[in-house]
């Protein structure tokens, strides 16, 4: 049956749009729960493993992990920064492959 492009929206049309737009609001709340409680379930997870009266190294060990993985990207992006620099300054300087 071919679709009728006439603009009006017949009532059942109307209903069934309403449905389904009732059904997304609620899968849309649904999700936005189910995030809110995995996120207080985290942040209950950390404060309650924490102690208070721990040296700060050992309550920040987590966060080792993270900056250890900064520095060696850090160090990876300049040794390939200095790298390249190393193989423009040969082609330019010593081989005169470029000429600036």
Not at 20 to 46: D, N, P, S, Y
Not at 52 to 57: D, F, H, Q, Y
Request: avoid cysteine; hydrophobic fraction near 50%; charged fraction near 25%.
């Amino acid at each position: 049956m071919p679709i009728r492009s006439s603009g009006h929206l017949t009532q059942e049309e109307i209903r069934r749009a309403s449905e389904l737009e009732a059904e997304t609001a609620a899968k849309e709340r649904a999700a936005l729960a189910a995030e809110l409680r995995r996120r207080r379930g985290r942040a209950h997870e950390t404060r309650a493993g924490a102690d208070v009266n721990a040296p700060l190294s050992v309550r920040a060990a987590h966060e080792y992990a993270y900056v250890a993985r900064d520095v060696r990207r850090i160090a990876l992006t300049a040794g390939l920064t200095v790298a390249i620099l190393a193989v423009l300054y040969v082609l330019v300087n010593v081989l005169g492959v470029i000429s600036i």
